[in-house]
T-cell receptor
Framework: TQLLEQSPQFLSIQEGENLTVYCNSS?????LQWYRQEPGEGPVLLVT?????EVKKLKRLTFQFGDARKDSSLHITAAQPGDTGLYLC???????????FGTGTSLTVIP | DAGVIQSPRHEVTEMGQEVTLRCKPI?????LFWYRQTMMRGLELLIY????????DSGMPEDRFSAKMPNASFSTLKIQPSEPRDSAVYFC????????????????FGPGTRLTVL
């Protein structure tokens, strides 16, 4: 059982469509990060959210941290082929020294 | 500046052999992390160091796995003896510090080592 469950696991959409990726846990996280990983490379940080209810925008990407700090979402507006990749949420729980990555969402944007 | 450097990029070995993966973190970074990524289990934190000292190794799967950081610019992850189920991509990452309490800073990942154990 993974501590951070992401949905959907796979997503294939047409260029220009909108999409939302979800990251859920039964545990409270002190902060959450979103990374994007491209084939053959390591993950690269997109954003960190720290406060419950926080919303951050990065161009066409909108990140939200749940009020209870147990969940987060990533919304992409007008997806482009360059958005293709594996999206990973990640963070430390409130109680431990461990850092967890989510199960991942593989996004393909078709031109 | 060079990012995190890992070697080798690919390693193919036979079951029972010793495997050593190497990592050079970004200069000035205090934290170094070793991860393993597989389709089944995703990205898992194996162990991490702060100022060359292991802080948490609870993710290390078995005694066959060991990691060292003899100095601030070099770390190794060793598997002895290797088994086919160890096949995975192993990533090394580094960060400047932990950031404020419970808010971990950005981790910078290397390109990974793809390990295949036959």
């Amino acid at each position: 059982t993974q501590l951070l469950e992401q949905s959907p696991q796979f997503l294939s959409i047409q260029e220009g469509e909108n999409l939302t990726v979800y990251c859920n846990s039964s545990s409270v996280f002190s902060s959450l990060q979103w990374y994007r990983q491209e084939p053959g490379e390591g993950p690269v940080l997109l954003v960190t959210v720290v406060t419950g209810g926080e919303v951050k925008k990065l161009k066409r990407l909108t990140f939200q941290f749940g009020d209870a700090r147990k969940d987060s979402s990533l919304h992409i507006t007008a997806a482009q082929p360059g958005d293709t990749g594996l999206y990973l949420c990640a963070g430390p729980t409130n109680t431990g020294n461990q850092f967890y990555f989510g199960t991942g969402t593989s996004l393909t944007v078709i031109p | 500046d060079a990012g995190v450097i890992q070697s080798p990029r690919h390693e193919v070995t036979e079951m029972g052999q010793e495997v050593t993966l190497r990592c050079k973190p970004i200069s000035g970074h205090d934290y170094l992390f070793w991860y393993r990524q597989t389709m089944m289990r995703g990205l898992e934190l194996l162990i991490y160091f702060n100022n060359n000292v292991p802080i948490d190794d609870s993710g290390m799967p078995e005694d066959r796995f060991s990691a060292k950081m003899p100095n601030a610019s070099f770390s190794t992850l060793k598997i002895q003896p290797s088994e086919p189920r160890d096949s995975a991509v192993y990533f090394c990452a580094s960060s400047k510090d932990r950031g404020r309490q419970n808010s971990w800073n950005e981790q910078f990942f290397g390109p990974g080592t793809r390990l295949t154990v036959l």
